[in-house]
């Protein structure tokens, strides 16, 4: 065993593993390692539950007289009601559910491009998933935009200020960035960043699809205009997610058919919504309810979800530390992000890294065979894998964790990569 398991008692890690099922999965005999988690996480009981409820029990279209579309309406009301409180929106007017991150954010862009004119700006980042980018630059090619590109720093794996002070100009409109990106693991101060893009008059997009798993959010604190993420890589079902500011919104002609509702929010969520899946989301944010009471937290939804995200920080900085220094003692491996343990609360539990002599894809194919799950490629970062001169395909290796894992599963994995790379030194050594 690595490092000291002490501190690691005051997380209820068996009763959290408990909620998600697919943990105690087996294959073979053989247990599952998901440190896949940054593509997608497991999920608790009572969000599958809640999905089939709402198909076996309460399935019917909106808008009808009658129970079961009353109760369909209702359901996507209350999870609507309970994204708004997750993110800190101040309204549920506010909160855009569809199928995912990268459509919502191609339906928001397209609104929002309609508003500019050829020669106004855009800055996107070489830090975002592509998510973030492509429909930006698609905006931009349909009207005639300043695509502008914003650079992380290579020493502290940031956005720095400086940098972004460095692409705004009185004719910038949107910038859109990261709170913490898929491949490094980085975080963005947000904040800080968001008020140097509204003091040049811009409106702040923010991708928090990795930073959801990890963080509390509180987008009024963040000031952002817009905040996108997906469910699903919090513990909830496949869709996305889009806060925008409701005085913004009610601004924006949304592309949408003649007969549905002009109001909020229901005029970005284009045809019949996946209603079970929304049941599916409310129960995900009921989680969090229920991990916050689990640590002893008796206050109002926020205080318990607050309390259950600075518990699984803590795990999860553990795992991370335990991680990264099981890579660096592993010969011939770079990892890319944030490693000086002193900055751990920059970053994400998503740790990226090449071996020198062996492809990405080999090293995920043998941890596969294994029964532990990692990712080789480049994860959509397209643009931060071009910076960091890596290959574009093969990309690097990512592991993440979430708060279910176990320094176990972290030691077993680093094991694993130990002997993997052994065997494959002496392969080519004979
Ligand atoms: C940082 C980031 N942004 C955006 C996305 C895209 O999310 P979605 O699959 O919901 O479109 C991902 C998915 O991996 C991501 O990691």
Known sequence: MRGSESNEMSFPIERVRAEFPALALTDGGRPRIYLDNPAGTQ??????????????ETNANLGGYFVTSRQAEQTIEDARER?????GAASSREIIVGPSMTSLTFRLSRALARRLAPGDEIVVTRMDHD????????AAADRGLVVRWLDFDRDSWRIEPSALDRVLTHRTRIVALNYASNLTGSINDVRTLVERIHAAGALAYVDAVQFAPHGFIDVAHLGCD???????????PHMGIVYGRESLLEDLEAYKVRP?????????????????LFAALGATIAYYDWLGEELGEQGDTRAKMRAAFAASRQWEEQLARRLIEGLQHLEGTTIFGITDPASAEDRVPTVSFVHAAISTD????????????????????????RTLGLNEEA?????????YNTAAEIDATLEALEEYVRSRAALSSR
């Open 43 to 56: 999920v608790p009981k009572r969000v599958a539950e809640a999905t089939a409820r709402a198909l076996l």
């Open 83 to 87: 994204v708004a409180q997750f993110l």
């Open 131 to 138: 998510g973030n980018i492509s429909p930006w630059l698609a």
């Open 226 to 236: 817009f905040l996108a993420c997906s469910s699903y890589k919090f513990f909830g």
């Open 260 to 276: 549905a509702t002009n109001d909020l929010p229901w005029r970005f969520e284009l045809g019949t919504p996946q209603i079970e």
């Open 362 to 385: 080999d090293i995920a194919k043998a941890m596969a065979d294994r029964n532990i799950f990692v990712w080789s490629g480049n994860n959509y970062a397209l643009e931060l894998v």
């Open 395 to 403: 990309g690097v290796v990512r592991i993440g964790a979430a708060h």
